[in-house]
C-alpha cells in the first residue's frame, strides 16, 4: 500500500514539472516570476525584522498541561505561544494555540510558532523532544519523581523564564504549607494505608515510582502499594482484599463510591466497611505534578486528620 | 483413542482447572471462610469457563465454515466492533457498572450488521466476501478507536487495558445474576452450533458436494454466522479481545483427535474452558501485578502448539 501511494504522488508530481516548465517559457509567466522574487524578498525581509525584535524575548510552547499551570503561577504566561489541548487551567490556558494534543503534538505546529524553549515530559514525548533537538530549539523534559522534584522544577522553570523571585516565593508558599499539614499529622507509625485507584476496567493503582505516592505520605497516609517497585500497576480484588486499605480513593470518572462499595468481596475492606470511600476529590489535583498538587495533599491530609480524630476520641472512651 | 475416554480427560482437565482457580489467590485458602473463593474467584470462574468456551467453539466453528484455517472469532471484525463501544461507552463515565459491556454489546452487533450485509454480493453470501468485509469493518473500527485515543482527555494506558483481554471486571451481586442470566440465554445459540456438526462436516469436504447432499449452505452460512457473532459479540463485551484460544484451541483439538466435526466442536468448547482459566490463574497470581490474558496465552500457548505441531508433521 505504501509503495502504491509513493508510486502515485510521483506521477502526480511529473506532469506538475512538466507544465511549470512550459509556462516559464511565456513572457507573462516570465514577469510574475520577477514579481514572486519581490514578494518573497519583502516577506523576508519583514520576517527578519520581527525575529530581531523578539530575540530578547522567550517564545515558549509547553506540552504538559501541569508546565502550563506552573508558568501562569510565575505570571510568564505572556511569553506562551502554544500548549496542547489538555491545558485547560487556567481558563485563559484553554484560548492558547493548540498544538496537539498530549501525546501526538504536531512536529509542523510547533514549528511554526517558532518557540524558543520547549517544555515537555518523558517518555511519553521522546519523539518529539528528539525531532526538536534536531531542530536545535532548547528542550526542557519534566518527569517528577516526588515532591521535591516538583519543586525544583519550579524553581527550575522560574530560572530559565527570568523569574527566580516568583518561582522562590511559590516554593516557599508551598513548603510552608506542606509543614503546616505535617504538623497536624499525628506522629505515630501506624498511619492510615490509601489505595487510589486510577482505572476501574481493570482496576488500576500507582505504586512508589510515581510521585503521588509521594503526596500520599505527605497527608500523612501511607500507598497501600507502596512495596512495589512500579509508577503504576494492574491489579486485582482478591489482592486488595489481602492488603485492607484503611481509605479508597477514586480518582476516575468510571465509577461512583457507591458502585465500589456494592462490589462483590469488598465489603470485608476496613474502608468499605466504615464508609471511607472517597470519589469527589479532583483527578487533576492528583494527575498534574504542578503547583495544584498542594491541594492533593490537602485534601487528602483532610481525610486523614479526620480520621485520627475519631480514632483518638475511640480510643480515649475505651480508656 | 477411544471417544469416552477423550471425553474423561477434558472434562477432568476443565474440573481441576475449575478447582485450582478456585483454591489458589493471594488471600490463600481456608474451609473457615470461603467468602472470598465464592465472592471474588467464583465469578471469575464463570466467566473464564464461558469465555474460553464460547472462543474455542465458534473458532472451530467458524473456520469449519469458511474452510480456513486462520479464521479467529475477531477475523469477522466483532472484536473491534466491541472495542469500539466500550471506548465509547468509557466516555459515558459513571453511568454503572454495566455501561462499557452494554455499549460494547451495541458496538458488536452493529458492525454483526454491517458485515453481514456488506457480504452479501446479489444476494448471496460468499467466504470470501464475509471475510473480506470483516477485516475491513476491523480496519474502519480500529481507525475510529484510535482517533478517540488520540482526543481523550484521559490517560491512554486505560483505554489500552480497556481493549486488551481481561478476566477482571468486577462483579456486584445484581450485575453477577445478570451475567449468569445471559449465559443461560447464550446456551442455544450454542446448542445450535454443536448441532451443526454433520453439515460442517460435509461442508469441509467441498461446497458444491455440500449441496448436492442437500446442505442448504447459504442458509446454515448465515445461521452459524449469527449465532457465533452473537455469542463472540457477549464474550467481548464483557472480557475484550482475548487472543489465541479461539484461532489456536481448534487446531489443538483437531491435530490430537481428527477433525471431526462431532468431537472438534465440544472438545474445543471444553479444552478453551480449561486453558483460559489456567492462564487466568497464571494472569493473576502474579499479583500485586496482573497480566493481560493475551500475553500469558501467547507465551504459554504458543510453545505448545509448536510442539503438537512439529510432533504431527
Known amino acids: ?319 | 483413542m477411544q471417544k469416552s475416554k477423550s471425553w474423561f480427560i477434558l472434562i477432568l482437565l476443565l474440573l481441576i482447572a475449575v478447582i485450582l482457580s478456585f483454591g489458589l489467590g493471594p488471600t490463600g485458602f481456608s474451609l473457615s471462610d470461603l467468602s472470598i473463593p465464592l465472592e471474588i474467584r467464583l465469578p471469575r470462574i464463570i466467566l473464564g469457563i464461558f469465555a474460553g468456551g464460547v472462543l474455542a467453539l465458534v473458532g472451530a466453528s467458524l473456520q469449519g465454515l469458511l474452510q480456513n484455517p486462520l479464521v479467529d472469532p475477531y477475523t469477522l471484525g466483532i472484536a473491534s466492533g466491541a472495542s469500539f463501544g466500550a471506548v465509547i461507552g468509557f466516555m459515558f463515565g459513571r453511568l454503572g457498572i454495566f455501561t462499557i459491556p452494554f455499549f460494547s454489546f451495541i458496538g458488536a452487533l452493529t458492525t454483526i450488521l454491517v458485515v453481514y450485509n456488506l457480504a452479501r454480493v446479489k444476494g448471496k453470501i460468499t467466504k470470501i466476501s464475509l471475510v473480506l468485509a470483516g477485516v475491513i469493518m476491523s480496519f474502519l473500527f480500529s481507525g475510529l478507536v484510535m482517533l478517540f485515543m488520540v482526543f481523550s482527555k484521559r490517560p491512554l494506558t486505560e483505554i489500552i487495558y480497556l481493549i486488551m483481554g481481561r478476566l477482571s471486571i468486577i462483579f456486584t451481586k445484581e450485575s453477577l445474576i445478570l451475567f449468569i442470566i445471559i449465559c443461560v440465554i447464550s446456551l442455544p445459540a450454542m446448542l445450535y452450533i454443536f448441532s451443526k456438526w454433520r453439515s460442517l462436516n460435509i461442508l469441509s469436504m467441498n461446497e458444491e458436494v455440500a449441496e448436492s447432499l442437500g446442505v442448504d449452505t447459504q442458509k446454515m452460512t448465515r445461521n452459524i454466522f449469527i449465532a457465533s457473532s452473537f455469542l463472540i459479540a457477549l464474550v467481548v463485551s464483557f472480557t475484550g479481545a482475548i487472543s489465541f484460544i479461539g484461532l489456536c484451541v481448534p487446531h489443538i483439538i483437531r491435530l490430537i483427535y481428527g477433525s471431526d466435526h462431532y468431537r472438534v466442536l465440544p472438545f474445543s468448547f471444553l479444552l478453551g474452558a480449561s486453558l483460559l482459566l489456567f492462564t487466568d490463574l497464571v494472569a493473576r497470581n502474579i499479583a500485586p501485578v496482573e497480566l493481560p490474558l493475551s500475553v500469558v496465552t501467547a507465551l504459554f500457548g504458543v510453545p505448545f502448539f509448536i510442539y503438537l505441531l512439529k510432533k504431527k508433521l
Open chain 1, 1 to 319: 500500500m505504501g509503495i502504491n501511494k509513493k508510486l502515485k504522488i510521483k506521477n502526480q508530481n511529473d506532469p506538475l514539472r512538466c507544465s511549470s516548465s512550459e509556462a516559464s517559457n511565456s513572457k507573462f509567466k516570465n514577469n510574475s516570476f520577477y514579481i514572486l522574487i519581490f514578494i518573497f524578498c519583502t516577506l523576508n525581509i519583514l520576517t527578519c525584522s520581527k525575529s530581531k525584535k523578539e530575540t530578547t524575548l522567550k517564545r515558549i510552547i509547553s506540552l504538559v498541561p501541569s508546565v502550563t499551570e506552573i508558568i501562569y503561577v510565575l505570571g510568564k504566561d505572556s511569553l506562551l505561544v502554544g500548549n496542547t489541548v489538555y491545558c485547560d487551567y487556567p481558563e485563559a490556558a484553554k484560548s492558547v494555540y493548540k498544538v496537539g494534543d498530549f501525546s501526538n503534538p504536531s512536529m509542523e505546529k510547533i514549528l511554526r510558532r517558532k518557540p524558543s524553549i520547549v517544555f515537555a515530559t518523558l517518555p511519553e514525548q521522546k519523539n518529539i523532544v528528539e525531532q526538536l533537538k534536531k531542530y536545535k530549539i532548547q528542550v526542557f523534559t519534566t518527569k517528577p519523581k516526588s515532591v521535591d522534584s516538583i519543586l525544583n522544577e519550579i524553581m527550575e522553570i522560574g530560572k530559565l523564564l527570568d523569574a527566580k523571585s516568583e518561582a522562590n516565593s511559590l516554593v516557599t508558599a508551598l513548603k510552608n504549607k506542606l509543614t503546616e499539614i505535617a504538623i497536624k499529622n499525628p506522629n505515630i507509625i501506624d498511619s492510615p494505608k490509601v489505595y487510589v485507584e486510577i482505572s476501574a476496567t481493570p482496576i488500576m493503582t500507582i505504586g512508589n515510582l510515581s510521585y503521588i505516592n509521594d503526596l500520599i505520605r505527605y497527608a500523612g497516609a501511607k500507598n497501600v502499594f507502596g512495596d512495589v517497585e512500579r509508577e503504576y500497576l494492574v491489579t486485582n480484588s482478591e489482592e486488595l482484599i489481602k492488603r485492607n486499605p484503611d481509605v479508597i480513593l477514586i480518582i476516575h470518572p468510571s465509577v461512583t463510591k457507591a458502585q465500589v462499595k456494592k462490589r462483590l468481596g469488598w465489603s470485608q475492606i476496613i474502608a468499605v466497611k466504615k464508609g471511607r470511600v472517597y470519589d469527589e476529590l479532583n483527578p487533576d489535583y492528583f494527575f498534574r505534578p504542578g503547583p495544584r498538587f498542594i491541594y492533593a495533599v490537602q485534601d487528602l491530609a483532610n481525610i486523614v486528620h479526620s480520621l485520627w480524630a475519631k480514632r483518638s476520641n475511640t480510643s480515649q472512651i475505651s480508656k
